[in-house]
């Protein structure tokens, strides 16, 4: 929010995530994302109605819904390896402003990254890269660390809670 100038932030849950195995009915999802974000005034969720987030169909909604304001899409580094397979992705980089989460590799790398993609796709990918502060912080690392009979301090105690009481990601998890 600072370093940007961001008003807002919203989490966008999908209900039929791409690439992610192992995550938990979207209700609960959705649940813990707005356990973690109670207390956070500049910051909220977007439920999409369609299974996955598209281009195509979501921008609309967002566009209509935030209609005269700039929109930003903050996304991981991992985003930039499936770039080039999202279709209608050159309306995605026309209309909103990307900004990369970086967990894993140096930004030097990411952005080395985006100057490559441009050079060999065609795509003017203009985003803003910066290191994430907390780097070390991922949803398969917390269901990981669950399944196994770890403690985790890295998420809010309410998604904890919610977690914990519904018997999540547990080894008996259904």
Avoid: C
């Amino acid at each position: 929010l600072e370093r940007f100038k961001l008003d807002k932030i919203f989490f966008l849950v999908e209900p039929i995530p791409r690439r992610k195995q192992g995550v938990n009915a979207f209700e609960h999802r959705t649940a813990m994302v707005e356990l973690a974000l109670k207390n956070e005034k500049n910051m909220g969720t977007i439920i999409l109605k369609q299974p996955r987030f598209t281009i195509k169909e979501t921008m609309p909604v967002l566009n209509e819904r935030f209609k005269g304001a700039e929109i930003y899409f903050l996304m991981g580094e991992d985003f930039l390896d499936h770039l080039t397979s999202w279709p209608n992705i050159e309306q995605l980089i026309e209309s909103v402003h990307i900004i990369i989460g970086v967990r894993k590799k140096p930004v030097s790398e990411v952005k080395k990254q985006i100057q490559i993609l441009g050079e060999t796709t065609g795509l003017a990918l203009k985003a803003k890269v910066f290191k994430a502060k907390l780097s070390d912080v991922s949803s398969s690392k917390v269901r990981h660390a669950i399944k196994n009979g770890y403690e985790v301090t890295t998420i809010k105690s309410s998604v904890r809670d919610y977690i914990r009481s519904r018997n999540l990601y547990s080894l008996t998890d259904k």
